[in-house]
C-alpha cells in the first residue's frame, strides 16, 4: 500500500500544520495589531484583538448604541481615541504612525537600510560567485575543510568579536587635516554586513553551481572562452535561480541584522533596526509606537519577500529535488 | 591541418597513474577511434589532447607546434561531449554562434556560418528553439553544429551517441561520417562500442588500462589482432578461445575463431546447442559440451533449423586460425 494517509491523520497533520504557521505568525500579526491600538489598548488585559475601522464618528455602527456610554465620555480624557468600545474589540487608529513619522525621520532610517542591505548584498555576490566558482568546479582537498571553516564562523556567538571589530571601528585614521572613524558610516557596515553573510552566500552558490554540470563549463572554454566568459556567459545565466534567492536571502538578513547595526551606528548610518530601538527608551515602554515602527520597517521586506517568495522557496530546495 | 602527437604522454591522479607514457601520431584529416572497455583512459586521454585536464609528463604537439601548456580555448580543436553539453539558457542558433563570438567573429561571418553549418545539419528550422525544445539527435547535431563552425584543426568526439537510441545512433553514425568526407579535417572519436569504431575509423586504436594494445586500420585489427584482448574485444560476437589439446595440435597456447568462422556441418567438434538466436539473416548458436571451451559461438548464415538440445558437429575454418603464445601474444 501506498503511504496513503487516513482522513483523520491528514486532518491531525494539516491542524498541526496550521497551528505551527499561526505560531510562527503570531509576532508578527501581533505587532501589526498594536501599532493601530492607541497606548492604552495596547496594554489592555485582557487583551483586545478585533480592530474596528470606525465610521464617521469613528465608531462601527453595530456599537453605536453600546459606546454611548456617558461614563466612558467622562473618563475619555484627552486621548479621545482611547475610548474602547468594550469586549475584544479596540478602535483602530493611525495615531502612532502620524507620530512616529513626526518624532523621527523613516525615510532616512529606510534610505540607510536600503543602502547597507543592498550594498552587503552586492559586495557579497562579488566575492561568493568567484569564490563559489573555484569550490564548485575546481575542488582541492581542502574545499571542503575550508567550505567548512567558513560555516564554523556562523558558529561563534556574533559578541565574541565585537571589541575588536569595535576597536577597529573606532580607531582614529588620519585624514586631511583631522582624524576620521569608521563607526557610524554606511560603507563599514557594508563591510561588515558582507562579511558577517559571506559564509551563507558561499555556501548558496556553491549549493547551486555544484548542479551545473561540468561539461558545459568544459564546452564554453573549448569553445575559446576565457575565464571571466565563462563565468558572465555561461555559469551566471544558468545559476539565475540560484543566485537571486542567494540575493533575495541576504538582503533579508542584512535587512534584519540587529546586533552590528545597532553597535556599530549612532546617527549617520543608522537602519531602520535603529529606528525600533529608538521606541524601546528608558522614557518608558511605548507598545503602540514601538510596534509602528516595526511594522513600518519590516513592511518593506515582508512586501519583498512576498513577491519573492516562489522563488525563494524553489531556490532554498534546489538540489534537495530534481 | 590537423596533425597530433603524442611524445610520452602521461597522466597520474594521485598516486594512480591512468596513462603510462604513451606516444601516438594522428595525422592530418584521419578519422582515429580510441576504443576499449570501460575505465580505458580513453576519455582521459582526449581530455588530455583537448587541454582539460593537464598531461603529468610529456609532449603534445599539433601541426608541429608544442600545446602541451595551451589552454583548451587556443588550441584550435573543437570536442563534441557525451551530455552535448549545449548551454541550456541560449537558442541553438545562439549556441552556434557561442565559439564565433568568443573568437570576435563579424556578425556577417557569423550568420553565414551559422546558416551554413544549419543547412548542413537539418537545423535551419530549429535555430530559435532553446536546447531543452530538442529531441536527442538534434541536440547532438547542434553539438556538432557549434564544433563545425570553430573551423577547428581538429574535431573531438567523446562517446557523442552513446544516450542515443540504436536506431538514431546508426543514423547519427551516417552523418559523422558523411561530415568527415565533406570537411576531411582529423577527427579523434572515442568510444567503447566496437561496432562504431570497426565501421566509422580509418584507424582504430584499442586501448586497455591506459596502454595502447594495437594500432591499425578496422580490418588490421580484425585479421591480425596482436594480443588476445584486441582479438576479444573486436569483433561481435566475441571471438572463440581454445586452451590445452586442441590448441596444442596447432602449435599454440590459445587458437581464437570467431563465430562466423566455424561451420555447422560434419568436422571434428560436436556438442549441443544450448541457446539459439535467430535474427532471420543470421542464427547464432551457443553450443556447449564440445570440452574445448565452456561456450562455442557459432555464427551460420540465414535460418538454420537447429534449437537448444539438438546435437551438433562444427569445423572450423583452418585459415582463418588466430594462434596465441602463453604470454597472449600473436604467434
Redesign the interface.
Known amino acids: 500500500m501506498a503511504r496513503a494517509a487516513s482522513p483523520a491523520r491528514r486532518a491531525a497533520f494539516t491542524a498541526l500544520a496550521w497551528t505551527l504557521a499561526l505560531l510562527i505568525f503570531f509576532p508578527i500579526a501581533w505587532t501589526i495589531l498594536t501599532s493601530f491600538k492607541t497606548e492604552r489598548d495596547a496594554i489592555a488585559n485582557p487583551p483586545v484583538l478585533v480592530p474596528l475601522v470606525g465610521g464617521a464618528d469613528g465608531r462601527p455602527p453595530i456599537l453605536a448604541g453600546e459606546a454611548d456610554d456617558p461614563a466612558e465620555d467622562a473618563t475619555g480624557g484627552p486621548e479621545a481615541g482611547a475610548r474602547s468600545p468594550g469586549g475584544p474589540f479596540f478602535r483602530a487608529t493611525l495615531e502612532n504612525y502620524r507620530v512616529v513619522q513626526e518624532r523621527s525621520d523613516y525615510m532616512r532610517f529606510l534610505w540607510n537600510s536600503v543602502v547597507i542591505a543592498g550594498g552587503s548584498t552586492l559586495l557579497g555576490i562579488l566575492v561568493a560567485v568567484p569564490a563559489a566558482w573555484s569550490m564548485a568546479f575546481v575542488p582541492s582537498r581542502r574545499t571542503k575543510d575550508v567550505l567548512l571553516w567558513m560555516l564554523s564562523t556562523k558558529m561563534l556567538p556574533a559578541v565574541g568579536v565585537l571589541y575588536p571589530i569595535y576597536l577597529i571601528a573606532t580607531f582614529r585614521l588620519p585624514l586631511g587635516g583631522g582624524t576620521f572613524q569608521l563607526i557610524d558610516t554606511k560603507p563599514f557596515l557594508v563591510v561588515i554586513l558582507m562579511l558577517i553573510n559571506l559564509p551563507i552566500i558561499v555556501w548558496m552558490l556553491y549549493t547551486y553551481f555544484r548542479e551545473i554540470?561540468g561539461?558545459?563549463l568544459?564546452?564554453?572554454?573549448?569553445?575559446?572562452?576565457?575565464l571571466r566568459?565563462e563565468i558572465v556567459?555561461?555559469l551566471t545565466?544558468?545559476a539565475?535561480p540560484g543566485i537571486a534567492s542567494t540575493v533575495l536571502l541576504s538582503f533579508i538578513l542584512a535587512w534584519n541584522e540587529a546586533f552590528w547595526t545597532l553597535n556599530l551606528t549612532a546617527v549617520d548610518a543608522a537602519p531602520l533596526t535603529a529606528f525600533i530601538a529608538s521606541y524601546s527608551s528608558p522614557e518608558g515602554l511605548f507598545f503602540a509606537k514601538l510596534s509602528a515602527a516595526s511594522t513600518m520597517a519590516i513592511a518593506p521586506i515582508l512586501v519583498l519577500g512576498w513577491f519573492a517568495q516562489k522563488q525563494l522557496v524553489r531556490g532554498l530546495t534546489f538540489g534537495a529535488v530534481k | 591541418m590537423g596533425r597530433i602527437e603524442l611524445k610520452g604522454v602521461r597522466k597520474a591522479f594521485g598516486e594512480v597513474e591512468v596513462i603510462p607514457p604513451l606516444d601516438l601520431a594522428i595525422e592530418d584529416g584521419e578519422f582515429c577511434v580510441f576504443v576499449g572497455p570501460s575505465g580505458c583512459g580513453k576519455s582521459t586521454l582526449l581530455r588530455l589532447i583537448a587541454g582539460l585536464e593537464d598531461t603529468s609528463g610529456g609532449h603534445i604537439e599539433i601541426d608541429g607546434l608544442d600545446m602541451t601548456d595551451t589552454p583548451p580555448a587556443r588550441r584550435g580543436l573543437a570536442m563534441v561531449f557525451q551530455s552535448y553539453a549545449l548551454y541550456p539558457h541560449m537558442s541553438v542558433r545562439k549556441n552556434i554562434a557561442f565559439p564565433m563570438k568568443m573568437a570576435g567573429v563579424d556578425a556577417a561571418e557569423q550568420a553565414r556560418r551559422i546558416e551554413a553549418a544549419a543547412r548542413a545539419l537539418n537545423l535551419s528550422d530549429y535555430l530559435d528553439r532553446r536546447p531543452g525544445q530538442l529531441s536527442g539527435g538534434q541536440r547532438q547535431r547542434v553539438a556538432i553544429g557549434r564544433a563545425i563552425v570553430r573551423e577547428p584543426s581538429a574535431f573531438l568526439f567523446d562517446e557523442p551517441l552513446s544516450n542515443l537510441d540504436a536506431a538514431l545512433r546508426v543514423g547519427m553514425r551516417m552523418e559523422i561520417g558523411e561530415l568527415h568526407e565533406q570537411l576531411s579535417t582529423t577527427m579523434i572519436y572515442v568510444t567503447h562500442d566496437q561496432v562504431e569504431a570497426m565501421t566509422m575509423a580509418d584507424r582504430i586504436v584499442v586501448l586497455r588500462a591506459g596502454r595502447i594494445e594495437q594500432v591499425g586500420t578496422p580490418l588490421d585489427l580484425y585479421r591480425s589482432p596482436r594480443n588476445l584482448f584486441v582479438a576479444g574485444f573486436i569483433g561481435s560476437p566475441r571471438m572463440n578461445f581454445v586452451e590445452g589439446e586442441e590448441a596444442g595440435r596447432h602449435g599454440a597456447h590459445t587458437i581464437g575463431i570467431r563465430p562466423e568462422h566455424v561451420r555447422v556441418g560434419e568436422g571434428p567438434w560436436r556438442g549441443t546447442v544450448g541457446v539459439s538466436e535467430h535474427l532471420g539473416s543470421d542464427t547464432f548458436l551457443h553450443v556447449h559440451g564440445t570440452g574445448l571451451a565452456e561456450t562455442i559461438t557459432v555464427r551460420a548464415g540465414g535460418e538454420v533449423p537447429l534449437r537448444g538440445g539438438d546435437p551438433v558437429s562444427l569445423a572450423p575454418e583452418e585459415g582463418k586460425l588466430h594462434r596465441f603464445g602463453p604470454d597472449g601474444l600473436r604467434l
Do not use: F, L, Q
Open positions: 554540470p561539461e558545459i568544459e564546452a564554453a572554454r573549448m569553445d575559446g572562452a576565457s566568459a556567459h555561461v545565466p544558468m539565475v
